[in-house]
């Protein structure tokens, strides 16, 4: 007799399978059609994820898919501007955008493990705050889409276009990860595409307000998140 495990084990094997396949057929594909075999294949189980630094992988996939869900993870240390552009989007775009919350607000966290994790322990605070959320809230997906670039930092070098989340053990699309900064820029422009304000303001790259900070002259564009820190990542991919 077959075991639910042993159903879930060979669905996800056939999920990954699907996605090894289509990161090597559609390596050389557009975003739009990047998205568009997503959207064929896993229908409303997929959706998109949005930091909310700006709007391209949203409108990429409202092209395809109008009405296509957009998760956002709030995690209660973000910059005015960021819940801004969230707003923004919701109300312009024909998108749904779902805003997840970590299980602790910002008080909670405090009282329960002091103030200002995220200086003591960020990997502890990005867990709970964005890695943990992000995991509950993807549970009735079973792809989601990334605005990851690989020109944006050595560990994102080797990003493949459709891949394999071993983590949630989903099918994990990144449209755009060939695209260079000129590519997002020339996008934006040509479409009038949303982006967070600080952007402008001398950010680079927008994260939680008390981790993130503007680049000094000559710095890439993620050098202004945990800066001073080893730490590059928040643990969303990888």
């Known amino acids: 007799m077959t075991t639910t495990q042993e159903l879930d084990t060979a669905a996800a094997a056939e999920l990954r399978a699907l996605a090894e396949q289509a990161g090597r057929d559609l390596e050389e594909a557009s975003a739009l ?27 990429l996939a409202a ?48 009282a329960e493990h002091g103030p200002r994790l995220h200086d003591r322990d960020p990997d502890l605070c990005c867990a709970m705050r964005k890695v943990k959320p992000l995991e509950e809230g993807l549970r009735g997906y079973a792809a989601w889409a990334t605005g990851l670039r690989r020109d944006e930092s050595p560990t994102r070098a080797h990003t493949p276009v459709v891949g394999w989340d071993e983590k949630r053990q989903k099918v994990k699309v990144s449209p755009i990860a060939r695209w260079s900064q000129d590519d997002v820029d020339a996008y934006v422009t040509e479409h009038g595409v949303l982006t967070n ?39 969303l991919h990888g």
């Open 33 to 59: 059609d990047i998205l568009t075999w997503a959207t064929d294949t896993f229908g409303e189980r997929f959706c998109v994820t949005s930091s909310m630094e700006d709007a391209v992988v949203a409108h």
């Open 197 to 235: 304000p600080l952007l402008m303001d001398g950010y680079g790259s927008v994260g939680c307000a008390p981790c993130t900070r503007r680049l000094l002259e000559g710095e890439d564009a993620r050098a202004g998140r945990w800066a001073g820190r080893t730490k590059t990542e928040c643990g």
């Open 63 to 110: 092209r395809v898919r109008p009405g296509v869900d957009v998760v956002f993870l709030d995690t209660g240390y973000h910059f005015p501007e960021t819940i801004g552009t969230r707003d923004a989007v919701a109300a312009v775009m024909d998108v749904h955008v779902i805003t997840l919350t970590p299980r602790l607000t910002v008080a909670e966290q405090d």
